[in-house]
């Protein structure tokens, strides 16, 4: 029944070494987002595709990339995982539709060491 | 520029007493309302949402909200809660982007219930 899934549900990385995350959707939607979200704060969102449109937030930094290869997977890249990145980060989708709404995988909780 | 302002960080309850989360917007076109919530280690699910026509949206879990846009508030409300309702509630504003809308949160409100 999982319709949006993120893949690992916990991921421990070292400081410097590159991570990938990933989350894919049974959904047919159009729209995937990643969101970041630290201790106790609001969900931020870092950028989302359109199909293949990607779009980025103007204050997501450098560090963070991301790949959607086909409609159904969408990844992200953390280049240098600095100890300020470890968080939640939240993968979603929605129709492409005024006023839709969001649905979000379980998240996966990221570890710097 | 769409926001949302969640005016209570926390808020303590008693099993079975009512409960007010609030949630004040900011915007210059029409607006979409949401209220998600949020378990531990979890991600976001829908309560309910605010698109048009009556002010009183019911949610799931026995929620509900109303609109009102003199006061630019869509407050959430259940008249008596349940252990089982602890949880980080986020008040939501559908911001228009280039080619689709995107999801603008507040910074939260955790409902602690006790019993």
């Known amino acids: 029944d999982a319709m949006v899934i993120q893949n690992p549900r916990y991921q421990v990385t070292q400081f410097g070494k590159p991570v990938t995350l990933s989350c894919s959707q049974t959904?047919?939607?159009?729209?995937m987002y990643w969101y970041q979200q630290k201790s106790s704060q609001a969900p931020k969102l870092l950028f989302h595709?359109?199909?293949?449109?990607?779009?980025n937030e103007a204050d997501t930094p450098d560090n963070f990339q991301s790949r959607r290869p086909n409609t159904s997977f969408c990844f992200l890249d953390i280049r240098s995982p600095g100890l300020g990145d470890a968080a939640m980060y939240l993968c979603?989708?929605?129709?492409?539709?005024?006023?839709?709404?969001?649905?979000f995988g379980q998240g996966t909780r990221l570890t710097v060491v | 520029a769409q926001s949302v302002t969640q005016l209570d960080s926390q808020v303590p309850v008693f099993e079975e007493a009512p409960v007010e989360l609030r949630c004040n917007y900011s915007?210059?076109?029409?607006?979409?309302l949401f209220w998600y919530v949020q378990y531990p280690n979890q991600g976001l699910q829908l309560l309910l949402k605010?698109?048009?026509?009556?002010?009183l949206v019911k949610g799931i879990n026995g929620f509900e909200a109303e609109f009102n846009k003199s006061q630019t508030s869509f407050h959430l409300r259940k008249p008596s809660v349940h252990i089982s309702d602890t949880a980080e509630y986020f008040c939501?504003?559908?911001?228009?982007?280039?080619?689709?809308?995107?999801?603008?949160f507040g910074t939260g409100t955790r409902l602690q219930v006790f019993p």
């Open positions: 959904l047919n939607h159009n729209v």
């Open positions: 915007s210059s076109v029409s607006v979409y």
């Open positions: 979603a989708t929605s129709r492409a539709a005024a006023g839709t709404e969001a649905f």
């Open positions: 595709y359109y199909d293949k449109d990607f779009n």
């Open positions: 605010y698109l048009s026509g009556s002010t």
């Open positions: 939501a504003v559908s911001a228009s982007s280039y080619n689709t809308d995107k999801l603008i």
